[in-house]
Nanobody, 126 residues
């Protein structure tokens, strides 16, 4: 059974940094793409970053210069480094995985496709 578990969220001041982690277990597919998503109250869930098994990455336009996605295959961990946090980054952050070997596909995942974690809350104060 595939399971994803996020951690690393918290309350930070504007301008700070966070590194979110996602522990992946039970993966049984040869290929994959994995991504980070966020959703704030009253807003749609949006893909912010994704990576695939070939190392290709994809980022949302609004976060491209501040977010960095990375993968540690040896530890089965996915990370999201977030720098220069701003109040508009406040949201629940989710990690997700899919067997497709294309980061662009992961950026468009919906909760009914792929595998999802429960989320970790990031709150940024000004």
């Amino acid at each position: 059974q595939v399971q994803l578990a996020e951690s690393g969220g918290g309350s930070v001041q504007s301008g700070g940094s966070l590194r979110l982690s996602c522990a992946v277990s039970g993966w049984r597919y040869v290929s994959y793409c994995m991504g980070w998503f966020r959703q704030d109250l009253g807003k749609e869930r949006e893909g912010v970053a994704a990576i695939d098994s070939n190392g290709r990455t994809s980022y949302g336009d609004s976060v491209k210069s501040r977010f960095t996605i990375s993968l540690d295959n040896a530890k089965n961990m996915l990370y999201l480094q977030i720098d220069r946090l701003a109040p508009e980054d406040t949201a629940m952050y989710y990690c997700a995985a899919h067997p497709a070997d294309a980061a662009d596909i992961c950026m468009k995942l919906t909760p009914t496709r792929g595998f999802w974690g429960q989320g970790t809350q990031v709150t940024v104060s000004s």
